[in-house]
């Protein structure tokens, strides 16, 4: 659709994760504001009052409603308690959106999928989260969650969730803790409930149908551009020092241990190897321990968390990307990595947008050994000229598929036809 027979859009989007620290969701969704913005459309957010990055904070047309939040022990994570909800409510009918656009599983989330409801008001649902990850390694969290949902319950009247839903769910589900089972029936609720649902990967989508058995989603991923100082990086053989870089967020659930574990066993055969882990690292003190003595040690470098257009340095300076994690719904870093013409070595089979294995990349099976063998195997691969030069190129061209502006635009189109609706 031409940009000139657009109509111009205020869009709402509701998100649980908006700060204190950085995630690739955040960045998700202010990539969607920005885009909104510059295609001269107006935008509400509705997030947990929380500091942190806020790109287009001020920005004309940008409108932010924050509610009151409480601080997840020990991680750096916000949550939205249910207050204020019905004033949001009567907020969002005074400002009158075209469109709702609700990110995630969380109270916010939730307050989206009820505001559409009430106000019958188009909505998307935008699915980030690999449930059976966010279940294992996130159980701080449920025990603040847990009380919203009921609270929610007592509030709403029936209008979207009643306790027979609960019930239903925890038989349902009832091979999973009754906790998760409880949310996995919010899930389900406001995955029938929305108008259309997206992933950002086919992963995220067949996660959704799991719970959802027979929903159609539709796959968007999110889009990434080069970034600065990486784009004509000329990649060639490695020599006997590789560099191996990961770059994201450092938790848990990322498999930094894993990471770690694999490093030693390729030392072993590189013994002049280098691995830089880029991040904040120090709100986790087990994984920090473990990389403050490996960077003591003299063959890890943690340099902490940069701003995303300064990362470009770390990839251009690397030889390869290692990728730990088994919980990523789409991985933006990924991309950044592949943008830069890095071979990429991955443990993740649901998440190859941007490898082709043999060709810029290997997957490997998850257990440290196997990530450490495909690492060699990878080394070894590119130390010849041709096979770097080649990995490159694939590299560039696969994530080239899936730029900022063409990201955007599917986006933005989605976005008119639920307005026109």
Known sequence: MSTETQKKLKVAQFCDNYGPGSNGLMYA????????????????????????????????????????????????????????????????????????????LGPVGLLGIWAAKRLQIPTILTWHTDFEAYADHYRKVLPYLIPLVHAFIAYNGGELLTREDLKQARADFANYPRNVATLLGVCRKMLETADVVTSPSPKTASRCQLICPGLDVQVIP????????????????????????????????????????AFELVRLSYPQ?????????????????????????????????????????????????????????????????????????????????VIKPGSNGMVTQPAPEAFAAGIMQLLQNLKSRRFAKKAAKTSRKLAGKWSIESQAQAMLDLYQELAAR
């Open 273 to 353: 190897a280098h691995l830089t882990v880029v991040g904040d690292w120090a709100p986790y003190p087990k994984i920090a321990k473990r990389l403050e003595a490996a960077r003591d040690a003299g063959y890890v470098s943690i340099p902490g968390e940069f701003p995303r257009d300064e990362l470009g340095q770390f990839y251009a300076s690397a030889d390869l990307f290692v990728f730990p994690s088994l919980t990523d719904t789409q991985a933006l870093v990924l991309h950044e990595a592949a943008l830069a013409g890095l071979p990429i070595v991955s443990v993740d089979p649901e998440l190859q947008l």
């Open 222 to 261: 999110n889009g990434v551009n080069p970034l600065p100082g990486t784009a004509e990086v000329d990649r060639g053989p490695i020599g006997k020092a590789p560099k191996l870089l990961y770059a994201g967020r450092i938790a848990p659930e990322k498999g930094i241990d894993r990471l770690l574990d």
């Open 29 to 104: 969704v202010q990539q969607l504001e920005g885009n909104l913005l510059d295609a001269g459309h107006e935008v509400i957010v509705v997030a947990p009052a929380a500091t942190g990055p806020n790109p287009h904070y001020g920005r004309p047309g940008r409108t932010e409603i924050r509610l009151p939040s409480i601080l997840v022990a020990h991680m750096p994570t916000k949550v939205a308690t249910s207050r204020r909800f019905r004033k949001t409510l009567k907020q969002l009918e005074q400002m009158q959106p075209d469109v709702l656009h609700v990110h995630g």
